[in-house]
Nanobody
Framework: QVQLAESGGGAVEAGGSLTLSCVNS????????WGWYRQGPGKGREGFAW???????SYSDAVNGRFSISHDNARRMLSLQMNSLKPEDTATYYC???????????????WGHGTQVTVSS
């Protein structure tokens, strides 16, 4: 089983920083991919930071240079360091993982319940 829980959200002023964490407390920890997604008011859910099975990391243009994704397999934790926050970053932030299955990275993802980030101007 996978049980994901995000934490670290809150309200900050523009230009500030926040660190989000996502911990998998379930029994399954064979993750092949990690990712951060967000959904702002009236918007669809969008991905912006990913760690691929080969270890490569990518970011969307919206956050590149400001956000940093990392993971600690031993602690079963995914982290997101967010700097130079802007009001447009206001959203509910979700972590997403996919698991190894029979030697392949399974398509079906697991999601956390989200943590709210609000950036004021």
């Amino acid at each position: 089983q996978v049980q994901l829980a995000e934490s670290g959200g809150g309200a900050v002023e523009a230009g500030g920083s926040l660190t989000l964490s996502c911990v998998n407390s379930g029994s399954s920890d064979n993750c092949c991919t990690w990712g951060w997604y967000r959904q702002g008011p009236g918007k669809g859910r969008e991905g912006f930071a990913w760690i691929y099975p080969d270890g490569n990391i990518s970011y969307s243009d919206a956050v590149n240079g400001r956000f940093s994704i990392s993971h600690d397999n031993a602690r079963r934790m995914l982290s997101l360091q967010m700097n130079s926050l802007k009001p447009e970053d206001t959203a509910t932030y979700y972590c997403r993982i996919r698991l190894w299955r029979d030697g392949h990275c399974a398509v079906a993802p697991y999601w956390g319940h989200g943590t709210q980030v609000t950036v004021s101007s």
